[in-house]
Every structure is written in C-alpha cells, then in structure tokens.
C-alpha cells in the first residue's frame, strides 16, 4: 500500500505568502480599523436602541458588534499564520 499524504493547510494560508511590503502590511491595519468602526457603530446602535425601547435597532446593535468581532478574529488569525 503506498503512503498518502494529505495537505490539510487551509488555502488562505498556502495561497498566501507572508506579507512583507508596506501596503499588505497598511491593507491588514485598514481590515482592523474597519472592524473596529463596525464594533462602534454596533454599540451605539445598541445603546440608543435601549435608550428608547427600539429592540429591533438594538439587536442590529448585537449583530454588528459580533460581525465586527469575529472579523477582527479571523484578523487574528491570520497575523499568527504569518
């Protein structure tokens, strides 16, 4: 029986070589700023949607915050494969 050997990397990882310029470096700080304005937006939304009883606007709130949060994780994620 002949030996196999599966790559399991995940293609983001493969495709991507380590950044070393400028702007990939600049692209990957402009990701962060902008997840962390969704974070902000989300929480305002959630407060002013609590602050007159509009749950529908605060649970977009929510749901922004979190969108904004697991992007600024898969964020994360990348710079540790790098």
Known sequence: MAN???????S?????AR???RSEY???????AKNQSQIAKGKA??????AVGDE???SEGKMDQS????KQAVEHVKDALQ
């Open 4 to 10: 196999v050997t599966l790559d399991v990397t995940p």
């Open 12 to 16: 983001f990882c493969r495709d991507r």
């Open 19 to 21: 950044p070393n310029t």
């Open 26 to 32: 600049a692209v990957s700080k402009k990701d962060k």
């Open 45 to 50: 939304k959630e407060v002013v949607g609590h």
């Open 56 to 58: 529908e606007l605060e």
């Open 67 to 70: 969108k904004g949060n697991i």
